[in-house]
């Protein structure tokens, strides 16, 4: 594989919208991109990319507490309390990302929100709920 430097061209946040108030702002970050020398059945380039997610919620008053000294993982969380799934209510913003590579092609990736988990009694540093966000990426030439 080879990597490939890249230029954003356009990266935009998505809000979630959330049953339980919350307002989400998501937003996944190219951080690298591999040409994996193979091509799909219609001759393109399939490539390999890395993203990482940043995620920013603020919640209502009624859900806040104070900040959490310590996090530890979710499936620590998880054997001890089931973390509560919470309904999206609306997407906004749900665009492609799209990125120009070193060699003048395009990609464009896309995150499919699948799941929302709050981690009932772990607070962010401002006192919002800490959410899981389950996603999948897809990514189009």
Known sequence: ????????????WM?????????????????RVFD?????????VIYRID?????VARAPDELKG??????????????????TAVKIRAIVGDEWNEYEL?????????TIITKVLRLDGYFDAYG?????????MVVAT
């Not at 919002?128 to 999948?136: D, G, L, R």
Request: cysteine-free; glycine content about 6%; proline content about 9%.
């Open 1 to 12: 594989m080879r990597e490939l430097d890249f230029k954003t061209i356009r990266e935009e």
């Open 15 to 31: 809000h979630l919208h959330l049953d339980d108030g919350t307002v989400i702002r998501f937003k996944s970050v190219l951080t």
């Open 36 to 44: 994996t020398g193979q091509r799909d059945p219609l001759g393109e």
């Open 51 to 55: 993203s990482q997610n940043v995620v």
């Open 66 to 83: 104070p900040p959490s000294e310590f996090v530890p993982p979710i499936q620590e969380i998880a054997k001890k309390k089931k973390p």
């Open 102 to 110: 070193e060699d003048g092609s395009r990609i464009k990736i896309r």
């Open 128 to 136: 919002n709920p800490i959410y899981v966000i389950q996603s999948q």
